[in-house]
């Protein structure tokens, strides 16, 4: 409780408050909007290679604009990203025009949407990082993905009970709000954007912290979307997408956790302990995936993996590792892979029928344990001053605790002894009756 209360002192709530609603917003905002998108593609029922070539389109627009948009924004970040929520209204908005039955319009629409959600995350989530401090980055994306879980599964709830049109006007008026928002908190609280040097990709891939954080990563990212469409031929697509809804309300969380074990401990083992949990889930499922209990099991074993990963994955170790550099680029590198390994379940999904449940799982559990052993040698971004300041702060704090807990128990001791020696001198100058009685006869005859 005392490393949780001195981690939220230490954050500057006044100072992450636009990061975080920015951040959030975006989050919830493209989680929605790609699941009510994919659903109205897929309703569409295109060919097979024009529903490809409609979801390859989004996916292509979100991979490049996020490159373009992490060698270019940071220049004007503040002012990009004002401009970046409303962006993402409007592509929602357009949306509504899906129904046209034109693979060439569809396309256009997907590809607006790809780009009004990748030309601006990278420099989103910099400006996330450089609202936080290394010290606290964890318990900000923490705090950050816990009301993500939260206001999904409740969203969600509501986009149910709506047609496809009201609840693309509602994710525009969620995105719309978000963008006014963040334009008020960010202009009462304008900070001055540091003048940081912008690495290449080339000098980006080429480190080995980097590589050692990303390759898991890219391997995690592949095993979780190849295995999506595996899972929902397992439990059925109803019951496969209510299990994903409600997981959101475990992510968010053990997302707080997450983020407040790896300012305490460190972000590689929050990583580390995820990655091991999610081994140990494809495992169980190997053996038990016709069994009952399979869904509860997926459900527990995938909503704490997830809550540990992304509040650690999406929005700080990246950060961490770019802590002296513009980190656009760290973002984009470290975001990519989940968002482009989702094209991998609409690839798989033809062909999930006929793949073998359990050797499908054994493999997926056993290259995960796999890509933990890169991780075993990565760096830990967090500063071990940090951690040792915290540790002794933490040591300090029990020893004041214990020290307090004494004095109130030597003061309570000596208030004690004085009362009982105020009772026995009480009792010594007592008269007994037959004194008392001889002292009033003298007192009437002299």
Not at 212 to 227: D, R
Not at 274 to 294: D, H, K, N, Q, T
Not at 410 to 439: F, G, I, V
């Amino acid at each position: 409780m005392g490393s949780i209360r001195t981690l939220r002192n230490k954050t500057d709530l006044r100072k992450a408050a636009p990061a975080i609603l920015l951040l959030l917003n975006s989050f919830v905002w493209y989680i929605l909007t790609y699941t009510v998108f994919a659903d109205v593609v897929n309703g569409l029922h295109l060919a097979g290679i024009e529903n490809l070539e409609v979801f390859a389109t989004y996916f292509a627009a979100v991979a490049v604009t996020a490159i373009i948009g992490s060698k270019y924004l940071p220049r004007a970040r503040n002012k990009s990203l004002y401009l970046w929520p409303f962006l993402g209204a409007i592509a929602t908005l357009l949306l509504g025009a899906l129904y046209s039955q034109n693979v060439l319009i569809d396309a256009l629409i997907a590809f607006s949407l790809g780009t009004s959600v990748g030309i601006g995350l990278p420099s989103c989530l910099s400006y996330f990082a450089e609202s936080s401090s290394i010290e606290t980055r964890g318990f900000s994306g923490g705090l950050t993905w816990s009301g993500v879980g939260i206001t999904v599964l409740v969203f969600a709830f509501f986009l149910t009970i709506l047609g496809n049109w009201e609840a693309f006007i509602a994710l525009a008026i969620w995105r719309l709000l978000g963008g006014i928002g963040f334009l008020g908190l960010d202009r009462k609280y304008k900070k001055q954007q540091l003048i940081q040097k912008s690495p290449s990709y080339f000098e980006l891939i080429r480190k080995r912290e980097i590589l050692l954080y990303l390759v898991p990563w890219i391997m995690f990212s592949l095993i979780n979307f190849a295995e999506a469409p595996i899972l929902e031929n397992v439990f059925g697509p109803e019951t496969f997408a209510f299990i994903q809804l409600v997981e959101f309300a475990i992510i968010g969380i053990f997302a707080f956790v997450g983020g407040i074990v790896a300012d305490i401990s460190g972000r590689k083992r929050v990583v580390i302990a995820g990655f091991i949990m999610l081994g140990i889930e494809y495992a169980v499922m190997s053996v038990f995936s016709s069994s009952p209990e399979a869904l509860y099991l997926y459900l527990t074993f995938d909503g704490i993996t997830w809550g540990l990963l992304v509040s650690v994955f999406f929005t700080t170790v990246w950060g961490d590792l770019g802590e002296n550099q513009v980190k656009e680029k760290y973002y984009t590198l470290g975001g990519l892979p989940y968002l482009l390994s989702n094209f991998l379940s609409i690839l798989i999904e033809p062909y999930a029928k006929g793949i073998h449940t359990a050797l499908a799982f054994s493999f997926a559990s056993f290259f995960l344990f796999i890509a933990v052993i890169p991780l075993m040698y990565a760096p830990e971004t967090l500063p071990e001053k940090a951690m040792k300041d915290r540790e002794l702060k933490s040591y300090v704090e029990k020893a004041q605790k214990l020290a307090q807990k004494q004095t109130e128990k030597d003061e309570k001791q000596d208030m004690e002894e004085t009362k009982k020696e105020n009772e026995e001198a009480n009792e010594e100058t007592q008269e007994s009756p037959e004194d008392e009685e001889a002292r009033k006869l003298a007192e009437k005859y002299y």
